[in-house]
């Protein structure tokens, strides 16, 4: 339906209305708040329509909008980081405290540091640790979507997991 003019649209409506859930969440997982991910899911979805051609169907359709949702919401947390370092408004504000007070965040403090702790995370390290540990990809896919190596997720995947486990431990 993407390759054929004539549905061209109506396929790529239904590849929205089938994909939008999970690239939302991957976002989500990288950005952090409801408004934030929405924006970020959206640009990206623009930039999937402005592309379209370059799909070229080696890979499955997910996984090439997962490359680009991800890299739109890397992007944006780039962004963010650099408004922070600019601002001091939300400086002693920390990520947990933040997460907490946002109306669409249902998890519990552990949960919100947590997230902290992944946000802490250089950006390889924080992406390959949320599509292993949240959406449970294999190291294959995320190979794909990435592309890095296995043996290099791999070891992203470990120093992850140590900095989070080192992150609790000084928050005890």
Do not use: C
């Not at 929205?16 to 929405?38: A, G, K, M, P």
């Not at 979805?45 to 070229?56: C, G, M, T, V, Y």
């Not at 599509?131 to 294999?138: G, P, Q, T, V």
């Amino acid at each position: 339906m993407l390759k054929n003019p004539a549905t061209l649209r109506r396929g790529f409506e239904s590849m929205v209305r089938q994909y939008s859930e999970q690239l939302y969440w991957q976002v989500r997982r990288i950005v952090l708040t409801h408004e934030d991910s929405n924006d970020v899911v959206q640009n990206a979805l623009l930039k999937a329509w402005s592309n379209i051609d370059s799909f070229k169907g080696d890979s499955k359709i997910i996984t090439w909008l997962s490359r680009i949702a991800i890299n739109e919401a890397l992007d944006f947390t780039r962004r963010q980081k650099n408004r922070l370092t600019l601002s001091t408004d939300d400086e002693d504000l920390g990520l947990a405290t933040r997460l907490m007070a946002d109306d669409y965040f249902d998890g519990d403090e552990t949960e919100a540091q947590l997230q902290e702790a992944i946000a802490s995370l250089p950006d390889v390290q924080r992406t390959v640790f949320q599509l292993r540990y949240y959406d449970e990809m294999k190291y294959s896919d995320i190979s794909r979507i990435l592309g890095t190596s296995e043996g290099g997720l791999k070891a992203s995947y470990h120093h992850a997991v140590k900095k989070i486990t080192e992150f609790f431990h000084r928050h005890d």
